[in-house]
């Protein structure tokens, strides 16, 4: 079933537009938790920041590694399902976080918080998979992060509405009104086309030939190493600016507004390009030059006068997220293309697995190069995007050679006969 059916150029269709309702829904619930998590449990839980610091990061380390299971999951019950089982889920569970008042129970509530957003996301996406068109799946994942950006930006400012009442009946609303956006989603998903029947795609794919996909893997760090730009955006930037006493003090918001905007407004018409795996590998390039020219433009932004050095950090910022928008692109078709039709949810989790890279070594890597080197480390971090630029080529030449031979498993990862 094609949401596009005139092609790239063509107007979003109905269906597609009730995607883009269930994401932007989904989004605004995640934006809403992302930005008022912290605020909720220590303002009015009351537990001490130190712990909800490690809660959260006890939460990472339990969902990253069940992607792949969580794939795997999706594509046994059917995306829809299963997609509908995880918001249900995170319902309830967003419901259950109102009544947290001990660490332990902390622990446990946003480390399976964490388990069903992550798998949320990639039940969307194979649910993207199942009712879209191969090749119209670039041009609606783009309108779905566009959605996806526009929700963020939402559940953020709800955020600062609850930052400015400063009570707790404000951080409360913040998670309910989470579980409710959550809730409103689940329900507009009841609506969509089930799509091919489950347990189908699964039959000759066993885990591990997901796991043994190495070029895919290589694949997806890649599109992740790249994803350190938002690191960068949410750490780097909000660190350099407080450094700097001649620059103002709300520069690094303003910044993060400025990129969540391009993103919003460029990322639909700047994904053109990235329908074949020529156009792929070439997006990649060139993100991976915009992502290096941002480093050596804060790099320089200590050295001029004021103004100058906000010019600079703008530069930064258009840099950065033109990067953003073009590795999105290209990520898509490596997703989708470069996945079984039938194990879509599976190889998902994979690329959930080496794309959360960003998260796992970007805050580490950036906040050690900038505080230990100043603007010499922002050069030495533009340099690791010069090492993703030398990858790209001979890792997509990998990935195509290894795809199918007639059927649509990758050759890498054909089971043995019987």
């Given at each position: 079933?094609?949401?596009?059916?005139?092609?790239?150029?063509?107007?979003?269709?109905?269906?597609?537009?009730?995607?883009?309702?269930?994401?932007?829904?989904?989004?605004?619930?995640?934006?809403?938790?992302?930005?008022?998590s912290a605020l909720f449990f220590t303002r009015h839980v009351g537990l001490p920041v130190s712990q909800?610091?490690?809660?959260?990061?006890?939460?990472?380390?339990?969902?990253?590694?069940?992607?792949?299971?969580?794939?795997?999951?999706?594509?046994?019950?059917?995306?829809?399902?299963?997609?509908?089982?995880?918001?249900?889920?995170?319902?309830?569970?967003?419901?259950?976080?109102?009544?947290?008042?001990?660490?332990?129970?902390?622990?446990?509530?946003?480390?399976?918080?964490?388990?069903?957003?992550?798998?949320?996301?990639?039940?969307?996406?194979?649910?993207?998979?199942?009712?879209?068109?191969?090749?119209?799946?670039?041009?609606?994942?783009?309108?779905?992060?566009?959605?996806?950006?526009?929700?963020?930006?939402?559940?953020?400012?709800?955020?600062?509405?609850?930052?400015?009442?400063?009570?707790?009946?404000?951080?409360?609303?913040?998670?309910?009104?989470?579980?409710?956006?959550?809730?409103?989603?689940?329900?507009?998903?009841?609506?969509?086309?089930?799509?091919?029947?489950?347990?189908?795609?699964?039959?000759?794919?066993?885990?591990?030939?997901?796991?043994?996909?190495?070029?895919?893997?290589?694949?997806?760090?890649?599109?992740?190493?790249?994803?350190?730009?938002?690191?960068?955006?949410?750490?780097?930037?909000?660190?350099?600016?407080?450094?700097?006493?001649?620059?103002?003090?709300?520069?690094?918001?303003?910044?993060?507004?400025?990129?969540?905007?391009?993103?919003?407004?460029?990322?639909?018409?700047?994904?053109?390009?990235?329908?074949?795996?020529?156009?792929?590998?070439?997006?990649?390039?060139?993100?991976?030059?915009?992502?290096?020219?941002?480093?050596?433009?804060?790099?320089?932004?200590?050295?001029?006068?004021?103004?100058?050095?906000?010019?600079?950090?703008?530069?930064?910022?258009?840099?950065?997220?033109?990067?953003?928008?073009?590795?999105?692109?290209?990520?898509?078709?490596?997703?989708?293309?470069?996945?079984?039709?039938?194990?879509?949810?599976?190889?998902?989790?994979?690329?959930?697995?080496?794309?959360?890279?960003?998260?796992?070594?970007?805050?580490?890597?950036?906040?050690?190069?900038?505080?230990?080197?100043?603007?010499?480390?922002?050069?030495?971090?533009?340099?690791?995007?010069?090492?993703?630029?030398?990858?790209?080529?001979?890792?997509?030449?990998?990935?195509?050679?290894?795809?199918?031979?007639?059927?649509?498993?990758?050759?890498?990862?054909?089971?043995?006969?019987?």
């Amino acid at each position: 079933m094609s949401l596009l059916p005139g092609g790239l150029r063509a107007a979003p269709s109905r269906l597609l537009l009730r995607l883009v309702a269930v994401n932007l829904l989904a989004s605004i619930g995640f934006g809403m938790y992302a930005a008022g998590s912290a605020l909720f449990f220590t303002r009015h839980v009351g537990l001490p920041v130190s712990q909800v610091g490690l809660g959260l990061t006890v939460a990472g380390l339990v969902w990253l590694p069940l992607s792949i299971h969580l794939g795997r999951f999706c594509d046994r019950v059917g995306a829809r399902r299963a997609t509908l089982i995880m918001g249900v889920c995170q319902v309830v569970l967003l419901l259950a976080a109102t009544q947290i008042r001990a660490f332990a129970a902390f622990i446990v509530a946003v480390s399976l918080l964490g388990v069903f957003v992550q798998g949320g996301w990639i039940c969307r996406e194979a649910l993207v998979a199942d009712l879209v068109s191969d090749d119209d799946r670039v041009r609606a994942s783009a309108y779905l992060r566009s959605a996806f950006n526009i929700g963020v930006i939402l559940g953020a400012l709800a955020c600062g509405l609850a930052l400015t009442w400063d009570s707790g009946p404000a951080y409360l609303a913040l998670i309910l009104g989470s579980a409710l956006a959550e809730a409103a989603a689940t329900v507009l998903c009841v609506s969509l086309p089930p799509g091919p029947a489950a347990g189908e795609r699964t039959s000759a794919v066993r885990l591990r030939h997901a796991a043994r996909d190495v070029p895919y893997l290589v694949m997806s760090l890649l599109y992740g190493l790249l994803a350190v730009g938002d690191i960068i955006l949410r750490v780097g930037l909000p660190l350099w600016v407080a450094s700097h006493s001649a620059l103002p003090k709300g520069l690094g918001a303003w910044l993060y507004g400025l990129n969540a905007v391009l993103v919003v407004v460029l990322q639909v018409p700047l994904s053109r390009g990235a329908e074949t795996f020529e156009g792929v590998r070439r997006l990649l390039l060139v993100a991976s030059f915009a992502s290096t020219a941002s480093c050596l433009a804060v790099a320089v932004s200590s050295t001029a006068s004021a103004l100058l050095d906000v010019l600079a950090l703008v530069l930064a910022v258009v840099l950065l997220s033109l990067s953003e928008v073009w590795s999105s692109a290209a990520g898509w078709k490596i997703r989708y293309d470069l996945a079984p039709a039938h194990a879509q949810g599976t190889w998902g989790g994979v690329f959930s697995l080496g794309s959360s890279i960003n998260l796992v070594l970007g805050p580490a890597l950036v906040t050690l190069l900038v505080e230990r080197y100043a603007a010499l480390g922002w050069v030495l971090l533009s340099g690791c995007f010069l090492v993703v630029a030398a990858g790209v080529g001979p890792a997509t030449a990998w990935a195509l050679r290894t795809r199918t031979t007639g059927g649509d498993l990758p050759v890498s990862v054909t089971p043995p006969a019987g």
